[in-house]
């Protein structure tokens, strides 16, 4: 969908890679330019999140690598950094120094607290910044503490995807422009700002009174159809039957239709006495027995499953999941028509397309 876009990574962690990545599953020329040196232990020789790009290896200290840098530059669509405020600036990379080279560029900058703020030159991660957006609250049970799922929220929800987005609306705008102008812009995703934003879908509940700040009243964090149980095995199941009709086919499943107590379902003062029933209903056997009950019912109940679990369910016969050269990894999303089926592409060695790039540099400047 992308072919023909180039962007240009500027190697870093986290969301930004991602962001990336997923745009060089979209079809995009994804240039990354890593370090000299490695990272560290943080990042494997070969990481998925590197897959279906290219690699070129720079020292951005280096005048001379510099320039090559720009003159990468002057060929791409956009560019990808994840840096703290400043430090772009301070290598001489900044947006209006790449502007200068490449007026059209779409200059994507990927923080947790955002390019102007209190906190802009604070350090902080996924787990931080989710807590003070606002998007950390109703991810716990009453009297426990917030535990999301790593990343998933911040980095990669909040800001990984968000710098996507941005990134392609930008293109879509300096593309369409009527005006001549072919001026590109820079994009400032914060994991801060994208975060509290994905909470606009509970803040419309909250309207008709459906949400609360009080941890487990709320429509969703607080009924014993709307969480997860554990199981004889010490697995786990998920239960999340919202409508009526749904309702009533986990509760005939589970053959309790004719139990006055559960015939109230939005009975807030019922709802932890019907957990603790429910909980302990579900341990009375393993995970897979209530699957099996479950499986291809209306009633909104599935097991909660390890990636690789995951991807031996039947449910990956659309490939979601798939083992590639490096390890298991999802395949990418969404999908479109008419599209081949997806291999997964090996992950580059560092600095594995360096010299490629340089001479298709040379190339252009002949």
């Known amino acids: 969908m992308l072919q023909g876009i180039r962007i240009i990574e500027i190697e870093g962690l986290g969301p930004a890679p991602f962001a990336s990545m997923m745009l060089a599953d979209l079809g995009a020329d994804v240039i990354c330019v890593h370090r000299k040196t490695s990272n560290g232990d943080l990042v494997p020789p070969y990481p998925i999140i590197d ?12 005048d001379r690598d ?14 990808v950094e994840g840096f703290r405020p400043g430090v772009m600036e301070r290598l001489g990379l900044g947006p209006a120094i790449c502007h200068a080279r490449n007026p059209a560029l779409i200059y994507g900058r990927m923080t947790g607290w955002g390019q102007d703020s ?14 003070l957006s606002g998007a950390l609250w109703y991810d716990a049970e009453p009297g426990t503490p917030p535990h999301p799922p790593a990343t998933l929220i911040g980095d990669i929800g909040g800001g990984a995807l968000y710098l996507v987005a941005g990134i392609l609306a930008a293109l879509v705008a300096r593309d369409s422009a009527t005006d001549g102008a072919s001026a590109g812009c820079v994009v400032d995703s914060a994991i801060y700002d994208g975060s509290a934003h994905m909470m606009n879908l509970l803040m ?8 609360t700040t009080t941890r487990g009243a709320s429509l969703l964090d607080g009924p014993h159809w709307s969480r997860c149980y554990t199981c004889a095995d010490g697995g786990n199941i998920s239960v999340q039957c919202l409508e009526s009709q749904f309702y009533a086919e986990f ?10 107590q559960f015939s109230s379902q ?13 909980a302990g209903l579900f341990v009375q056997q393993p995970r897979d027995h209530w699957a099996s009950i479950f499986a291809g019912t209306d009633a909104c109940v599935t097991p909660v499953l390890s990636p690789e679990e995951a991807s031996n369910h039947p449910m990956n016969q659309r490939n979601t999941w798939v083992m590639g050269a490096n390890g298991l990894q999802a395949a990418p999303a969404p999908r479109f ?3 081949e089926p997806w291999v997964a592409p090996p992950a580059p060695g560092r600095g594995q397309h360096t010299k490629e790039i340089l001479e298709e540099l040379r190339q252009r400047r002949r």
Not at 266 to 278: F, I, M, S, T, Y
């Open 251 to 260: 509760l005939s499943l589970l053959d309790l239709s004719e139990d006055p």
């Open 51 to 62: 897959r279906g790009k290219r690699s070129v290896t720079l020292d951005l200290k280096s």
């Open 266 to 278: 939005h009975d807030k003062e019922l709802w932890p006495v019907l957990a603790a029933r429910l």
């Open 337 to 339: 028509s008419g599209q």
């Open 118 to 131: 209190l906190l802009a030159h604070t350090a902080g991660h996924d787990l931080n910044y989710v807590a």
């Open 66 to 79: 510099k320039e090559t840098l720009l003159q990468l530059i002057k060929t791409a669509d956009a560019l």
């Open 204 to 211: 419309t509940l909250q309207q008709s009174g459906q949400f």
